[in-house]
């Protein structure tokens, strides 16, 4: 891991005439969790002063503290006012008791260690961790995406990320162990290929919306022959369709569930935003329409 992160760093460097001395790092993968935790102060009747706010927050970070986990973003989702849920800024208002709901994304304190030890050992400095799909999400989404509700879904290369935006803030973040490298895998394994080879076809001719026309159209796809070198092949570019299909399915099936168990409920939003390496291929998006409707 440390030589990867010194190679990308000096391509990096190479490609934009810069020296890099600092580092902010995206965290993906199954080890990101997303908890939503409570809390409450009295206020006595009193107006909601902006130290109050800061007062509950800090009482609800402390509170979500643990150290078998790192703490990577703490949002709060919206603040109740005597039992009143829903206000976004409680400032300038008189109240009894003061309650705010927070969106808690972490990852074990060990995996966050190696990775920052990794990235010092390059001697480089590390500015930030943060969560990759709330960067992709921060990176994709306009403010009236934000305002209005979304799903950011980043289609990464080993894993894909799930960011939903409620109000304007983070509300759920999560991160699926799967990606289009299992695309490319079920790809070379059906047309008999190597990985980059399997890859170029994927890029090149790949597509989730073939139809009939595509039933007499063949395509190269380089096959291993008996003594293990490349040959030259073609297969109908329908047969490609039939062996990533199943497998974008499953990806967008696996969102779906993670979502309904989000605990969010009602308050998914209906728009759906894809990026990623993934969100080029072609059809991509009438199978994340149709698989989470």
């Known amino acids: 891991l440390e030589r990867s992160i010194r190679l990308a760093v000096e391509d990096a460097e190479r490609m934009a005439g810069q020296t ?10 199954p080890s990101l969790t997303t908890t939503h935790i409570g809390n409450d102060i009295a206020m006595s009747g ?14 609800t970070l402390d509170k979500a503290q643990d150290e078998k986990f790192h703490i990577l973003h703490a949002v709060p989702l919206s603040y109740a006012i005597d039992g009143n849920d829903g ?16 969106s808690i994304v972490r990852m074990p304190t ?9 990235v010092s050992r390059a001697h480089l400095s590390v500015t930030g961790v943060s969560a990759g799909p709330y960067m992709s999400a921060d990176a994709v989404l306009v403010d009236d995406e934000r305002d209005n509700g979304a799903i950011c879904i980043d289609l990464g290369g080993g894993s894909t990320g799930i960011a939903v935006f409620c109000q304007g803030v983070l509300a759920h973040l999560e991160a699926l162990q799967v990606g289009g490298h299992h695309v490319t895998a079920d790809l070379a394994q059906g047309l008999g290929t190597t990985q980059p080879a399997a890859e170029r076809v994927k890029t090149l001719h790949a597509s989730l919306l073939t139809g009939q026309a595509s039933r007499h159209e063949r395509v190269e796809t380089p096959k291993i022959g ?3 070198r490349l040959q030259a092949a073609q297969t109908p570019r329908h047969e490609i369709e039939a062996y990533i299909r199943p497998r974008v399915e499953e990806i967008f099936e696996h969102v779906a569930k993670r979502l309904k168990g989000s605990g ?9 935003v894809l990026t990623g390496g993934g969100s080029e291929l072609p059809g991509v998006r009438e199978v994340a329409s149709k698989v989470l409707g």
């Open 20 to 29: 890099i001395s600092d580092i902010q790092i995206a965290v993906s993968g």
């Open 46 to 59: 009193r107006e909601i002063g902006a130290k109050d706010v800061s007062k509950l927050l800090h009482s």
């Open 87 to 102: 206000v976004r800024d409680p400032r300038g208002m008189f109240a009894d008791r003061l309650a705010v709901g927070m």
């Open 110 to 118: 060990p995996v966050y260690k190696n990775l920052t030890l990794c």
């Open 226 to 228: 008996d003594d293990g």
């Open 264 to 272: 969010l409920g009602g308050m998914l939003p209906n728009r759906v």
